[in-house]
Nanobody, 111 residues
Framework: VRVVDSGGGVVQPGGSMNPSCTAS????????ISWYRQAPGKEREWVAE????????NYADDVKGRFTISRDNGKNTATLQMNNLKPEDTGVYYC?????WGQGTQVTVSA
């Protein structure tokens, strides 16, 4: 099993970023996919999830209206489009499918 998170970086407040993950070795297309994040000195928190058919999507309250989760089962990828980013969105972002986690990708929102 392999899950690779990518697409992080540094962006100014109000900017956008779209980290993604690519998975192999398990039934990605039959799995809920979730994004989590961990800010410095804080516990990892859930951000968003998407069902295998993309019909059911949920977001944490503080990212609703700014983040959009999507997936492409043909490519075994999932993406988190993040708009209007705030400094408090800074952290390492992780993709999870079943009990498989990516290594995380750093997102830093700073002026």
């Amino acid at each position: 099993v392999r899950v690779v998170d990518s697409g992080g970086g540094v962006v100014q407040p109000g900017g956008s970023m779209n980290p993604s993950c690519t998975a192999s070795g398990y039934h990605f297309s039959l799995s809920y996919i979730s994004w989590y994040r961990q800010a410095p000195g804080k516990e990892r928190e859930w951000v968003a999830e998407i069902s295998w058919t993309s019909v059911l999507i949920n977001y944490a309250d503080d990212v609703k209206g700014r983040f959009t989760i999507s997936r492409d089962n043909g490519k075994n990828t999932a993406t988190l489009q993040m708009n209007n980013l705030k400094p408090e969105d800074t952290g390492v972002y992780y993709c999870r499918g079943q009990n498989y986690w990516g290594q995380g990708t750093q997102v830093t929102v700073s002026a």
